[in-house]
Structure formats: structure tokens, C-alpha cells
């Protein structure tokens, strides 16, 4: 199965493409934990498109999904600034967290916990990419 939805990269649509993405995730029948690694990854990569991407304006993002039954591949693509989240250093997550610099966590989380991830600027698009096989 594969589809791909656009909307306007704004937080009031975080539902619905969490939403677009129930049948993948039911596809697959993760385990819960796996699941819930999944819906966090979206929401990571889904919010820096409307927090990076395009701010202060909007624009749109693409988001797209397949699945063979045994993982979940979810490419999101945008139009705006060029903003690699991947390649900023992973946070010290040894450091108590009162004493860290804020952001950096989600992204370490999305990279601890997809098989793959993957960021490049093509075509004037920032494309951002995870795969999480059923295990």
C-alpha cells in the first residue's frame, strides 16, 4: 500500500495526517511500543516543517507512506529554507536536563528508534525520510 497526502504545514493538521497514517501502522501490527515510536517520529518530522521549513510564513508539506507488511517507510517533503535536522549534534543526554540546551531531543529520539533516517535537499525540497520494519 502507498499514498501521500498534502497539507499546510501548520500544528492544527497534525491529527489528521497522524490519522492518514492508522491504516499503515494497523498494516504492519506493531507492537505498541513500536507504534507509539512511529506516531512520535511523525510528529517530530511533521513539526519541523511548520517550526523550520516555512516560519515565519506557511507553506505546504507532503507527506508519504508505504508499507509491504513488514515496515512502515514515511517521506515527508517540503518547499521551504533548507533545514537538515539531522546533521546538528546529537544532544549529551548524560547532562541533567535542567542544565541542557533546549532542542535536539526529538530528532535524537526519531534517530534511537527508526531502523532508518535519512534528510536531502532535492530539487529545491527538503526531504526527510524513516523506515521502522516490524521486528
Not at 5 to 24: G, I, K, R, S, W
Not at 54 to 77: C, H, L, R
Amino acid at each position: 500500500m502507498k499514498k501521500e497526502m498534502t497539507v499546510d504545514a501548520v500544528l492544527e493538521n497534525l491529527h489528521p495526517v497522524q490519522q492518514f497514517l492508522e491504516p499503515f501502522l494497523l498494516e504492519c501490527r506493531f507492537p505498541l511500543k513500536d507504534r507509539l515510536d512511529v506516531e512520535m517520529a511523525v510528529e517530530e518530522g511533521f513539526l519541523h516543517i511548520d517550526r523550520y521549513a516555512y516560519a515565519p510564513e506557511q507553506g505546504q508539506a507532503v507527506i508519504a507512506a508505504e508499507t509491504d507488511g513488514t515496515g512502515i517507510t514515511v517521506t515527508f517533503t517540503d518547499s521551504g529554507k533548507p533545514f537538515d535536522s539531522l546533521s546538528k549534534p546529537d544532544p549529551d543526554v548524560k547532562t541533567p536536563w535542567q542544565d541542557r540546551q533546549v532542542g535536539g531531543l526529538g530528532i535524537y529520539m526519531v534517530k534511537q528508534t527508526m531502523d532508518h533516517v535519512s534528510y536531502e535537499r532535492r530539487e529545491g525540497q527538503n526531504v526527510l525520510c524513516f523506515r521502522k520494519a516490524v521486528k
